[in-house]
C-alpha cells in the first residue's frame, strides 16, 4: 500500500485509572474506508476524540499526511484536513441549515458570499436543498446526520472521521445514509466509519479494525474479521466465540 495518510502509535488515553485506550496503532490509508468496529466503552469515540485534539491522549502519536499532529488543538486538526461528525448530533439549533454549515466554510475562507456559495453546494449534495432555510432543531434525525456530513464536507477535508452516523435511523434511512457514504468516498475523501450497524461496516468497507478495552483485537477484510471467533466473543460473549472455533 501507499504511504498511510493518519498513522497512530501507541495511542493510551487514560481517566484516572481507567484505561479508555491502550497502546493501540493503526493505519489509514488515502482513498479507502476503514470500519472501526467494538462493544460499547471499547475506545472507538474516545480514538477519535483524541485524534481530533478534543482530548489530550496520555501517550502516543498521531501523524497526519506524515506529520505530527500530537496534542494540537481541534482548529489546527481540522486545518490540516481532518474533519468529523458526532455520535450526538451537534448542530446549532437556533441557526438554519445553510448558517450550520456556512460555519464550517468559514475555517477555508472569511468571505461570506464565498462561505455561503460553498455551504449551498454541500447542502445540495447531501440532499437538503429544500430544507436550507429551515431552523436546525426542528430537523428529522436523518436530516441532522445530513447536516452533520455538509457541514463536516464543507471544511473541505481530506479525511472525515464518521461516529455512528447511522445511529436512530431506520432501514431505509440506513440505504439512504450509506449511498451518501459512497457518493462521499467517491469524491476521493478518505473515510474512518465507526458503526455498530454490521451491514454497514460489511457493505463499505475495505479493511476493518476491531477494538476491545480500549485495545486493537484485530484488524483485516470485513469477511475475515466477521468471521473471527474473538471478534464475535467480545460482542456475544465466550460461548460463541468457542462455538465458531469449533465449526
Same mark, same amino acid.
Not at 483485537?217 to 474479521?225: F, H, N, S
Given at each position: 500500500?501507499?504511504?498511510?495518510?493518519?498513522?497512530?502509535?501507541?495511542?493510551?488515553?487514560?481517566?484516572?485509572?481507567?484505561?479508555?485506550?491502550?497502546?493501540?496503532?493503526?493505519?489509514?490509508?488515502?482513498?479507502?474506508?476503514?470500519?472501526?468496529?467494538?462493544?460499547?466503552?471499547?475506545?472507538?469515540?474516545?480514538?477519535?476524540?483524541?485524534?481530533?485534539?478534543?482530548?489530550?491522549?496520555?501517550?502516543?502519536?498521531? $501523524?497526519?499526511?506524515?506529520? @505530527?499532529?500530537? &496534542?494540537? =488543538?481541534?482548529?489546527? %486538526?481540522?486545518?490540516?484536513?481532518?474533519?468529523? !461528525?458526532?455520535?450526538?448530533?451537534?448542530?446549532?439549533?437556533?441557526?438554519?441549515?445553510?448558517?450550520?454549515?456556512?460555519?464550517?466554510?468559514?475555517?477555508?475562507?472569511?468571505?461570506?458570499?464565498?462561505?455561503?456559495?460553498?455551504?449551498?453546494?454541500?447542502?445540495?449534495?447531501?440532499?437538503?436543498?429544500?430544507?436550507?432555510?429551515?431552523?436546525?432543531?426542528?430537523?428529522?434525525?436523518?436530516?441532522?446526520?445530513?447536516?452533520?456530513?455538509?457541514?463536516?464536507?464543507?471544511?473541505?477535508?481530506?479525511?472525515?472521521?464518521?461516529?455512528?452516523?447511522?445511529?436512530?435511523?431506520?432501514?431505509?434511512?440506513?440505504?439512504?445514509?450509506?449511498? $451518501?457514504?459512497?457518493?462521499? @468516498?467517491?469524491? &476521493?475523501? =478518505?473515510?474512518?466509519? %465507526?458503526?455498530?450497524?454490521?451491514?454497514?461496516? !460489511?457493505?463499505?468497507?475495505?479493511?476493518?479494525?476491531?477494538?476491545?478495552?480500549?485495545?486493537?483485537?484485530?484488524?483485516?477484510?470485513?469477511?475475515?474479521?466477521?468471521?473471527?471467533?474473538?471478534?464475535?466473543?467480545?460482542?456475544?460473549?465466550?460461548?460463541?466465540?468457542?462455538?465458531?472455533?469449533?465449526?
Amino acid at each position: 500500500m501507499s504511504t498511510p495518510i493518519l498513522s497512530v502509535k501507541g495511542l493510551s488515553k487514560h481517566f484516572d485509572g481507567l484505561k479508555a485506550v491502550d497502546n493501540l496503532s493503526f493505519d489509514v490509508f488515502k482513498g479507502e474506508i476503514l470500519g472501526v468496529i467494538g462493544p460499547n466503552g471499547s475506545g472507538k469515540t474516545t480514538t477519535f476524540n483524541c485524534i481530533t485534539g478534543y482530548y489530550k491522549s496520555t501517550a502516543g502519536e498521531v $501523524l497526519f499526511d506524515g506529520k @505530527s499532529i500530537t &496534542g494540537r =488543538t481541534p482548529d489546527f %486538526v481540522a486545518q490540516q484536513g481532518i474533519g468529523r !461528525t458526532f455520535q450526538v448530533t451537534r448542530p446549532f439549533g437556533d441557526m438554519t441549515v445553510w448558517e450550520n454549515v456556512t460555519t464550517g466554510a468559514f475555517l477555508r475562507t472569511m468571505h461570506l458570499m464565498e462561505a455561503k456559495k460553498i455551504a449551498e453546494q454541500e447542502v445540495e449534495f447531501v440532499g437538503l436543498a429544500d430544507k436550507i432555510n429551515v431552523v436546525a432543531r426542528s430537523l428529522s434525525i436523518i436530516d441532522q446526520r445530513r447536516l452533520e456530513f455538509a457541514r463536516a464536507l464543507a471544511t473541505k477535508p481530506k479525511l472525515l472521521l464518521l461516529d455512528e452516523v447511522m445511529a436512530g435511523l431506520n432501514a431505509q434511512e440506513v440505504d439512504e445514509a450509506l449511498k $451518501l457514504v459512497h457518493r462521499v @468516498s467517491a469524491m &476521493g475523501i =478518505t473515510l474512518v466509519v %465507526v458503526e455498530h450497524v454490521m451491514k454497514v461496516i !460489511t457493505s463499505i468497507s475495505n479493511r476493518v479494525l476491531v477494538l476491545n478495552f480500549g485495545a486493537k483485537l484485530t484488524e483485516g477484510k470485513p469477511a475475515d474479521v466477521m468471521s473471527t471467533p474473538s471478534v464475535i466473543e467480545a460482542y456475544l460473549g465466550k460461548g460463541f466465540g468457542d462455538y465458531v472455533a469449533n465449526c
